[in-house]
């Protein structure tokens, strides 16, 4: 693995455990879960023990739940790393970190393809910002230059 990561954001136009579960199947379908069921489940107020699909599903039903969620991939390759962060105003991020920016370039427009998205940018090993607003403000700014935000 690289020394330093390249993370790659696309806003989702709609907040939903379908766009997340096909955006995970798509580019990282052999993953490990790097959260624990039971974290989510203090942070959420649920019994632990939930599956992928029905944390994320839980998460889509509550618009003001917000979590992230990140798996590893275990083969050791890129992408190293997914994520699918569900925000706080409703909004739904999906991510991945990569090798290089030249990889992080072509795989933003998969990922754009992907999920219908219309706003994507890349930055070195940064979570994701936390609402649609930001994220908007944020890919504009990154349209001006290089991807890079």
Same mark, same amino acid.
């Given at each position: 693995m690289p020394e330093a990561l390249i993370d790659c954001y696309v806003l989702a136009p709609e907040r939903s455990a379908a766009v997340a579960t096909g955006f995970l199947e798509r580019f990282l379908p052999q993953r490990?879960?790097?959260?624990?069921?039971?974290?989510? /489940?203090?942070?959420?107020?649920? /019994?632990?023990?939930?599956?992928?699909?029905?944390?994320?599903?839980?998460?889509?039903?509550?618009?003001?739940?917000?979590?992230r969620l990140y798996w590893r991939n275990p083969t050791g390759a890129s992408p190293y790393y997914a994520i699918v962060a569900f925000n706080s105003d409703g909004s739904l991020v999906l991510g991945l970190s990569l090798a290089d920016a030249t990889e992080a370039g072509v795989c933003l427009v998969a990922m754009e393809e992907q999920v219908g998205s219309e706003?994507?940018?890349?930055?070195?090993?940064?979570?994701?910002?936390?609402?649609?607003?930001?994220?908007?403000?944020?890919?504009?700014?990154?349209?001006?230059?290089?991807?890079? /935000?």
């Open positions: 490990e879960p790097r959260w624990q069921p039971e974290d989510v /489940a203090r942070a959420l107020g649920t /019994a632990p023990g939930e599956t992928e699909q029905q944390v994320m599903t839980r998460l889509q039903d509550h618009a003001g739940a917000a979590y706003f994507s940018y890349w930055t070195r090993e940064e979570p994701p910002v936390g609402s649609e607003r930001e994220f908007c403000a944020r890919a504009r700014r990154a349209t001006d230059g290089d991807g890079r /935000a």
